[in-house]
T-cell receptor, first 114, second 115 residues
Framework: DVKVTQSSRYLVKRTGEKVFLECVQD?????MFWYRQDPGLGLRLIYF???????EKGDIPEGYSVSREKKERFSLILESASTNQTSMYLC?????????????FGDGTRLSIL | GDSVTQMEGPVTLSEEAFLTINCTYT??????LFWYVQYPGEGLQLLLK?????DKGSNKGFEATYRKETTSFHLEKGSVQVSDSAVYFC??????????????FGAGTRLAVHP
């Protein structure tokens, strides 16, 4: 089974801090994704990556950046955290670009910005 | 643009009742379709998928058929259990510029099953 591991289940940070969310997958998947999930808004794609050192903006990239230095690891960075970034963050991976490929999700990080 | 519409929840059922969660989509091409389930406090798990018209995906007693003529992918289960209580997401996969593929999710439907 694919295992996608997010480093923290719960995280509390202060406004203005630089926040790192880490995600690791163990199945040599090419593609990795970061979403945020908010009540009434569903899942929204922040950034994704189809290869090491490669990144593409999703639907809501403002205020975020990402890093993919190794194939198995994809980091989401909040450059200067704000209260409107309080949310559930979900990482996902998929084997390759084929549109029949499902995405496999981690358990999520619930981030609170105070 | 491409989109997914799910029936609003919550859906509340008694154990052993029949379940239907409606999902319709709008897409310019021929997307793949997925159902994901999210149990409390967890991430999303793939429940089933279908990649072309008339395909039926099935898993754990759940089924959904890719209906191109009605652009639908309704989720069904003949007899629900309390352990099926979760949020269910319908999603489609589409291609956009650069050869990338993305998932578009519906808003999710919460299912509550009581004994």
């Amino acid at each position: 089974d694919v295992k996608v591991t997010q480093s923290s289940r719960y995280l509390v940070k202060r406004t203005g801090e630089k926040v790192f969310l880490e995600c690791v997958q163990d199945m040599d998947h090419e593609n990795m994704f970061w979403y945020r999930q908010d009540p009434g808004l569903g899942l929204r794609l922040i950034y994704f990556s189809y290869d090491v050192k490669m990144k593409e903006k999703g639907d809501i990239p403002e205020g975020y950046s990402v890093s993919r230095e190794k194939k198995e690891r994809f980091s989401l960075i909040l450059e200067s955290a704000s209260t409107n970034q309080t949310s559930m963050y979900l990482c996902a991976s998929s084997l390759h670009r084929g549109f029949d490929q499902p995405q496999h999700f981690g358990d999520g990080t619930r981030l609170s910005i105070l | 643009g491409d989109s997914v519409t799910q029936m609003e929840g919550p859906v509340t059922l008694s154990e052993e009742a029949f379940l239907t969660i409606n999902c319709t989509y709008t897409a310019t091409g021929y997307p793949s379709l997925f159902w994901y389930v999210q149990y409390p406090g967890e991430g999303l798990q793939l429940l089933l998928k279908a990649t072309k018209a008339d395909d039926k995906g099935s898993n754990k007693g759940f089924e959904a058929t890719y209906r191109k003529e009605t652009t639908s992918f309704h989720l069904e289960k003949g007899s629900v259990q309390v352990s099926d209580s979760a949020v269910y997401f319908c999603a489609l996969s589409y291609s956009f510029s650069g050869g990338y593929n993305k998932l578009i999710f519906g808003a999710g439907t919460r299912l509550a099953v009581h004994p």
